[in-house]
């Protein structure tokens, strides 16, 4: 019997062994349904080639039990270009150039499709593969260093499980009425103009530019677990066009922008491997995703089964300039050591799975790779370090009233140095 993971190799496999017979049979896509069951779909053109009846048998006895039987294994449409025109496809193998899959997932978000990177204003997500590593703080740090800079700086909290960047950021006094939650529910039912007006507060911590702070929920969050579980819906309009829950996120974002003329808008992203997640990262168009990283097994295995996905899928070309490594709570004592063993874990992790082979002797300039001690190479970690005042906060709004940019600097310095240095590139300064 076959396991999910053995679908794709088996099916490659197959149709390797068959390889042109199906040149023949033009675009086949890979069907694979909510519970890991493949069919294949292709145009109806060729509807009782000989090859068919063969291949469906093999791939059903190959299979099982995440294939239909064979008289349903293949499904035929009039026009294969326009079935799969809004559909996310991958490759099944770099071998096999007319194979594509379809995922159907039970979720949306599938890390597959990497969003064009949005004009201006730049979005930057913070990232982590798992929390309590500092990375909402550092978002707020990074807001109000903005903010001290002259930016005026939205912040969007879209860890919208594990909320709080507004707590960080404003006082009970400040928070506005609304939140991302609270439009996400009244946009699917053609309310969001209700809420919109209502779900940004302006900071008071900034003295010369400005932190605009739209929150997961309102001041009063209440039927949030209610809300939160129907933010995921698509809208469907009265014309039956449906629309994604990633493409409404997308549609207020830039609504927000433009509204409000944010220089920079920074995003704090749930962590781990999650539909929120997979948005931020790939579907809201962010120049910049730094990717928050304690050197521990856990971090390195999720990254890892991330990037590989991306690998697989063939989408890293289109992701991996942006993607910036940010080294949290790099602790006071050891600190050289352990920054040394961060280098070299996370440069195993990009030059296995992001960084283009070089072969020996290969000199050409066009291949994406960078040499371990490079430190203007994306593996090259920005320090975040560990800071006591700063690990046992409980709000970020009181602690910047009193901080002073020296303490900053010495936390955060490399990581704000890295920021304001991208938005510098990207404004052409």
């Given at each position: 019997m076959t396991t999910f993971d053995e679908i794709r190799p088996k099916l490659a496999e197959i149709f390797e062994r068959h390889r042109e017979s199906i040149r023949e049979l033009g675009l086949i896509v890979v069907n694979r349904d909510l519970n890991g069951r493949i069919c294949l779909v292709m145009s109806e053109a060729h509807k009782g080639e000989k090859i068919l009846e063969r291949l469906a048998g093999e791939i059903h006895d190959g299979l099982q039990p995440h294939a239909f039987p064979p008289e349903r294994l293949v499904l035929f449409e009039e026009d294969i270009g326009r079935f799969i025109e809004k559909e996310r496809t991958y490759p099944l193998s770099d071998d096999i150039e007319n194979v594509l899959i379809v995922d159907r997932l039970a979720l949306e978000g599938d890390w597959g499709k990497i969003e064009t990177v949005a004009t201006k204003p730049p979005r930057i997500v913070f990232y982590s593969m798992k929390g309590g590593v500092g990375r909402s703080t550092a978002l707020a740090v990074t807001a109000w260093s903005l903010a001290e800079r002259g930016y005026r700086v939205m912040t969007l909290d879209l860890d919208l499980e594990s909320p709080g960047l507004s707590t960080s950021l404003l006082p009970a006094d400040r928070r506005p009425t609304f939140g991302v939650t609270d439009w996400l529910v009244e946009d699917l039912v053609d309310?969001?103009?209700?809420?919109?007006?209502?779900?940004?507060?302006?900071?008071?911590?900034?003295?010369?530019?400005?932190?605009?702070?739209?929150?997961?929920?309102?001041?009063?969050?209440?039927?949030?677990?209610?809300?939160?579980?129907?933010?995921?819906?698509?809208?469907?309009?009265?014309?039956?066009?449906?629309?994604?829950w990633f493409r409404r996120l997308d549609r207020l974002s830039k609504a927000l922008e433009e509204k409000w003329k944010p220089d920079v808008v920074l995003i704090d992203s749930r962590a781990g491997i999650d539909e929120v997640a997979s948005t931020c990262l790939t579907d809201l168009g962010a120049s910049l995703v730094l990717l928050f990283a304690v050197d521990s097994d856990q971090t390195w295995s999720g990254y890892r089964i991330l990037f590989r996905h991306w690998r697989r899928v063939g989408v890293v070309p289109e992701l991996r300039e942006r993607l910036q490594l940010v080294g949290a709570m790099i602790p006071e004592t050891g600190t050289l050591d352990y920054l040394q063993g961060l280098r070299e874990r996370a440069w195993d992790l990009f030059s296995e799975e992001l960084y283009d082979e070089i072969p020996p002797g290969n000199l050409e300039e066009d291949l994406w790779s960078y040499d371990l001690a490079d430190e203007t190479a994306p593996h090259w970690p920005w320090r975040v370090n560990w800071h006591r005042g700063f690990a046992a906060l409980r709000s970020m709004h009181g602690r910047l009233h009193e901080i002073d940019v020296a303490m900053v600097t010495a936390v955060f310095g490399d990581l704000l140095e890295g920021v304001v240095s991208t938005i510098g590139e990207e404004d052409g300064l």
């Open positions: 309310n969001g103009h209700e809420v919109f007006g209502a779900m940004v507060a302006a900071s008071n911590l900034s003295r010369n530019g400005e932190i605009l702070v739209v929150p997961a929920h309102g001041a009063d969050p209440g039927e949030y677990v209610s809300k939160l579980g129907r933010i995921w819906m698509p809208k469907v309009t009265k014309e039956g066009r449906r629309e994604p």
